[in-house]
């Protein structure tokens, strides 16, 4: 009965979480735009010549991805905090950390895929040539979910706070160089030709490491915020 | 037993005993930072390649490894106020953090001062500098997240959280920028890769790091006194104390 | 600094008991009360008073385990409650100053959620506790639109999902009106002579048979 009603707690809060992101529409796009503002920044500060955008698409595509998904960590918790349903989480006799999971793959869906799904369109902005296209949004696919479980540690650490925006990158924007530095990398040297698996089992490893220890993180950190 | 160990973690004995162990930690450190910075200042002899313009890793390296041991201990002595909810524990992660966050910062710019003369700039961007960067993001992380919060046993378990997640990203992070400097083929700061380090330049940069332990744990206990004090400021021996001296 | 007295005790060994030994809390820097004392037997309710800022809220979150009291013990059913311990989290339904209520989401919605975290799933149950709080006409409609008195009720309509025995309830008669305060006193009522208790704050009287309930005064 008690692995049932794990399952079903899980289920239930992940559609929850998706169903309040599908009723606050206006909401979702907005990572997403930012993404594809930023990247577009690029070109306009630096130089749009392709040889140029080629060199450092790989890295702007990727810190453009971070730092979309760092603004909009900010719902991870808020508006659970706010209205109380944060303790109601954290009353329920599951794990908190099965708990946080399901709010963490939800953040994921309507935050990374979204970018994912985009990507290839700035690939061809940023003039990525073709060969390291498919290692781009693998990295990508790869990191994304790594960025959410990361950030919801800082979120969880600063949901009680009034003006913890800025307060939450500095927390999470170090953790993330790792994911950042071998997604980066991986996408150059598929550009150059150059073998990418050794990168991309490094990003797999940090998947397999983020979703083991991280929700234990958010999960005692939620608990710490709102004590 | 159980109550030595008890007395041990009550901030009120530790605030006596402490007292009476500062004047010795202080002068311990102040003869051995002497006698390292004698015998790597004047004693040692100037490298065949660098000349006299190596002897900054007598400051720079200690730094570095301050900066990380220090890191290492306040993640412990958080873990330790987490799980065991020992007050001075949390004290001593608190008093902790700015200690090592300057050491990093030493580190950074007697890492950068070296830096002018080797390589004719002040950066670098070669993986030891980066990772001290970084290491002192982290750091201001944890002084952001305390400062932040204000009830202070919140932000000790809040602050420890995070020192724990930062100690087990920090050698993932060191390898991560390890790995990608050695892409770059950029220039490398370290004087420790040569084959051998010769004795009359180790010894003196052993003296260092031991006087730059004990620096830290004096002022570690110098900042530990003042944040007891803070924190127990509601009960009676702290008031006793106002009211008697 | 409050030290309060004793309830009486009541009750047999084998039904639910709430033991609370030797409670002190602080928040902030403040020492709210020690040497906190009280039982509470099978059937009865326990209303805390005092003045604003004594600690009301706070000592039912450390009833919740949400605040962690500075020392003292809670026993519950003769064990000793342990931090995180799941089969009490089972047995107990808290209703804070918020609602727990979700504005995009209808009632059933919400109640559906709330039920899945407390380990249900009963569809009929759902409609049934929203009805019995009045809000039967209601229960499709964004939480949005409803007012402040009936987003309480969505919130209060937790209560009888599930069978928890003990109930903890911050101000739950707020934003009311007198037929919702009467609906939701029947309900605590129920709940006392089915064998459940409660903890409650509340500034207004709370006009409960007298035999089942007892008050404590954290600001005297």
């Known amino acids: 009965m008690s692995k049932h009603g794990m399952r079903h707690a899980f289920l239930i809060l992940l559609k929850r979480d998706l169903l309040l992101a599908v009723r606050n529409r206006g909401e979702l796009v907005n990572p997403l735009l930012f993404y594809l503002i930023v990247a577009t920044l690029f070109p306009l500060g630096v130089s749009p010549d392709p040889q140029t955008l080629a060199t450092m698409a790989a890295g702007v595509l990727w810190i453009a991805a971070l730092l979309a998904t760092l603004l909009s960590l900010d719902n991870l918790f808020r508006s659970d905090f706010d209205d109380g349903s944060l ?46 296209r498919a290692t781009l949004w693998l990295t990508l696919a790869l990191g994304t979910p790594v960025l959410s479980l990361v950030g919801a540690i800082g979120v969880a650490l600063t949901v009680g706070l009034r003006r913890g925006g800025a307060l939450l990158s500095l927390l999470v924007l170090p953790l993330y160089v790792p994911v950042l530095i071998f997604g980066a990398n991986a996408v150059g040297a598929a550009a150059a030709g150059l073998p990418v698996t050794g990168q991309l089992y490094m990003l797999g490893a940090f998947l397999v490491l983020a979703l083991s220890l991280a929700p234990l993180a958010t999960a005692a950190a939620l608990r710490i915020s709102i004590d | 037993m159980w109550t030595f160990i008890h007395k041990l973690g009550s901030p009120r004995h530790f605030y006596r005993i402490s007292g009476y162990l500062l004047p010795w930690l202080g002068w311990a450190t102040a003869l051995l930072l002497v006698a390292g910075l004698y015998g790597g200042l004047v004693k040692a002899p100037p490298d065949y390649q660098q000349g006299e313009s190596y002897r900054i890793i007598f400051i720079h390296v200690p730094s570095a490894w301050m900066s990380l041991f220090v890191y ?33 910062f030493l580190a950074l710019v007697t890492g950068s001062l070296w830096g002018k003369p080797m390589w004719g700039t002040y950066w670098v961007w070669d993986a030891r500098l980066t990772s001290e960067l970084v290491l002192l993001f982290l750091y201001f992380g944890v002084m952001g997240l305390h400062a932040a919060i ?9 602050a420890a959280v995070l020192a724990l997640v930062g100690v087990v990203n920090i050698p993932i992070i060191h390898f991560s920028v390890q790995w990608w400097s050695t892409l770059h083929q950029g220039p490398t700061v370290s004087k420790l890769d040569a084959p051998s380090i010769h004795l009359s330049m180790l010894v003196p940069l052993l003296i260092m790091a031991l006087a730059f332990k004990l620096f830290y744990f004096t002022v570690l206990l110098m900042r530990a006194r003042t944040e007891v004090l803070e924190r127990e400021r509601a009960s009676a021996w702290v008031r006793e104390l106002a009211r008697g001296t | 600094m409050t030290q309060a007295h004793e309830a009486p005790v009541q009750g047999s060994a084998l039904e639910p008991i709430l033991v609370v030994a030797d409670l002190a809390c602080f928040r902030g820097d403040r020492l709210l009360f020690r040497d906190l004392n009280f039982n509470l037997g099978a059937g009865r309710a326990l209303q805390v008073r005092g003045p604003n800022g004594c600690g009301k809220t706070t000592l039912l979150r450390i009833l919740c385990g949400l605040t962690e009291q500075e020392s003292g013990n809670i026993h519950w059913c003769g064990r000793a409650r342990a931090r995180r311990d799941s089969d009490y989290l089972r047995d107990l339904r808290y209703i804070g100053h918020n609602d727990g209520v979700k504005l995009e989401l209808t009632p059933r919605e919400n109640l559906r959620v709330a039920m899945a975290l407390e380990g249900g799933a009963d569809e009929a149950a759902l409609a049934l506790a929203l009805a019995r709080l009045g809000l039967a006409d209601f229960m499709d409609v964004a939480c949005r639109t409803l007012s402040a008195g009936q987003r309480r009720r969505v919130g209060l309509a937790r209560l009888t999902l599930g069978n928890a025995r003990l109930w903890l309830l911050d101000e739950p008669f707020t934003a009311l009106d007198n037929a919702a305060t009467n609906a939701v006193r029947a309900l605590i009522e129920e709940h006392l002579d089915g064998g459940g208790c409660a903890v409650l704050t509340s500034h207004q009287p709370l006009r409960i048979d007298a035999g089942k309930s007892a008050s404590i005064d954290l600001g005297a």
């Open chain 1, 87 to 132: 303790e109601l989480i954290l009353l329920s006799p599951h794990p908190g950390v099965v708990l946080v999971l399901a709010k963490v793959l939800a953040h994921w869906l309507v935050t990374g895929m979204p970018l994912l799904v985009v990507t290839p369109l700035l690939a061809v902005l940023m003039a990525v040539p073709e060969s390291a």
């Open chain 2, 150 to 158: 204000e009830d202070k046993r919140t932000a000790s378990r809040a």
């Open chain 2, 72 to 104: 290492v201990l306040m993640a412990a002595a958080g873990a330790v106020g987490l799980v065991w909810r020992i007050k001075l524990a949390d004290v001593v992660a608190a008093a902790s953090a700015p200690i090592g966050a300057s050491f990093t």
